[in-house]
T-cell receptor
Framework: DSGVTQTPKHLITATGQRVTLRCSPR?????VYWYQQSLDQGLQFLIQ???????AKGNILERFSAQQFPDLHSELNLSSLELGDSALYFC??????????????FGPGTRLTVL | AQRVTQPEKLLSVFKGAPVELKCNYS??????LFWYVQYSRQRLQLLLR??SRESIKGFTADLNKGETSFHLKKPFAQEEDSAMYYC?????????????FGKGTSLLVTP
């Protein structure tokens, strides 16, 4: 599959725990974006990496962090989890967001449930 | 401030009827807008981008800078168009060109 992949598909954990979500971008894409989709907040941008470096932060909590590795895959780390962190987490990739009309390709998402 | 507003949470139309999903934005500068679609249990997919002025699956959208709108239209809705539609505005360099999404409109096309 040459598209964006995310693992795991589903994650169920308890409050206070820490989890890691993984994303592999499309081949050739240097930019990775993380978004959170919840019923009350909708789709919100969390953080962006470009070729291994953090480029921009959105509404990301201090308990959350991310990184992009040399092979360009990215991980989103969520710690001290709260019930309100339950959401669908999407990863998207693009060649270069600066380019006009540049499409972001989305992964299937990871559904996180915090009990 | 960059903001996208989709005023309708749910839009229900009959098959063959025209459909218009509304999107308004606020942005200081030259906006770049997209429509993404999410079919049941599937990932978000790009439907349209204003810059290419294309028609996909019979859908069109025109950027109206005077009204700050980017409404999505289709003259004859089909049942397979039932999905969640998101209007998105590309941010600037400060946001890494991330997308600002509206809350989405759920389109239901009934036979």
């Amino acid at each position: 599959d040459s598209g964006v992949t995310q693992t795991p598909k589903h994650l169920i954990t308890a409050t206070g725990q820490r989890v890691t979500l993984r994303c592999s971008p499309r081949s050739g894409d240097l930019s990775v974006y993380w978004y959170q989709q919840s019923l009350d907040q909708g789709l919100q941008f969390l953080i962006q990496y470009y070729n291994g470096e953090e480029r921009a932060k959105g509404n990301i909590l201090e308990r959350f962090s991310a990184q992009q590795f040399p092979d360009l895959h990215s991980e989103l780390n969520l710690s001290s989890l709260e019930l309100g962190d339950s959401a669908l987490y999407f990863c998207a990739s693009s060649v270069d967001g600066r380019l006009a009309g540049n499409e972001q390709f989305f992964g299937p998402g990871t559904r996180l449930t915090v009990l | 401030a960059q903001r996208v507003t989709q005023p309708e949470k749910l839009l229900s139309v009959f098959k063959g009827a025209p459909v218009e999903l509304k999107c308004n934005y606020s942005y200081s500068g030259s906006p770049e807008l997209f429509w993404y679609v999410q079919y049941s249990r599937q990932r978000l997919q790009l439907l349209l981008r204003h810059i290419s002025r294309e028609s996909i699956k019979g859908f069109t959208a025109d950027l109206n800078k005077g009204e700050t709108s980017f409404h999505l239209k289709k003259p004859f809705a089909q049942e397979e168009d039932s999905a969640m539609y998101y209007c998105a505005l590309k941010g600037n360099s400060n946001s890494g060109y991330a997308l600002n999404f509206g809350k989405g409109t759920s389109l239901l096309v009934t036979p």
